[in-house]
T-cell receptor, first 116, second 107 residues
């Protein structure tokens, strides 16, 4: 089956620094990638949708200048958390949708970010 | 927005029991996903279905489009099945997630 990877799986950073999370589709081309955030004991919350080669579409309440998303190729999307604060500590998950089988969506394993 | 309701919220079962988790949604969808999330956080996609029934090992997923309802069944449950099971519906734009069902299977 289709595989989506995320890197890193865990990251600890200091307040004020920036952190980049990568999401890769390993064996298919992902025309659309989604970034989710999950707080403890809560469900996933969609942050933004990115289509290859165009600007990401952010959900209401998500700061685009804080969470920079780049989808530069059909197999890679990145989420950069800029000027991180402790409240940004969360579990970030990406998923990718294959262009051909449009309703199939594959999830990455997630990245746990801790900001100290 | 498509409201997604899962039941039960929490479930404890003894090893070997047959388990059913239910998911209801409010508007038409193109597909429904069942996901599994273990305590470490990683999400595994179990099923994606738009009609009928799918089976993978001890897991069975069914969907009734007319009734806007899906069920996930686990036969001969095992402690390693302990996880949070999440239903997510695809309305064509993005996924709407249920709050998850936390399953604990005891030996």
């Amino acid at each position: 089956g289709a595989v989506v990877s995320q890197h890193p799986s865990r990251v600890i950073c200091k307040s004020g620094t920036s952190v980049k999370i990568e999401c890769r589709s390993l064996d298919f081309q992902a025309t659309t990638m989604f970034w989710y955030r999950q707080f403890p004991k809560q469900s996933l919350m969609l942050m933004a949708t990115s289509n290859e080669g165009s600007k990401a579409t952010y959900e209401q309440g998500v700061e685009k200048d804080k969470f920079l998303i780049n989808h530069a190729s059909l197999t890679l999307s990145t989420l950069t958390v800029t000027s991180a604060h402790p409240e940004d500590s969360s579990f970030y998950i990406c998923s990718a949708r294959a262009g051909v089988r449009i309703y199939e969506q594959y999830f990455g394993p997630g990245t746990r970010l801790t900001v100290t | 927005k498509n409201e997604v309701e899962q039941s039960p919220q929490n479930l404890t079962a003894q090893e070997g029991e047959f388990i059913t988790i239910n998911c209801s949604y409010s508007v038409g969808i193109s597909a429904l996903h069942w996901l599994q999330q273990h305590p470490g956080g990683g999400i595994v996609s179990l099923f994606m279905l738009s009609s009928g029934k799918k089976k993978h090992g001890r897991l069975i997923a069914t969907i009734n489009i007319q009734e806007k309802h899906s069920s996930l069944h686990i036969t001969a449950s095992h402690p390693r099945d302990s996880a949070v099971y999440i239903c997510a519906v695809d309305s064509g734009y993005a996924l709407n997630f249920g709050k998850g069902t936390s399953l604990l299977v005891t030996p």
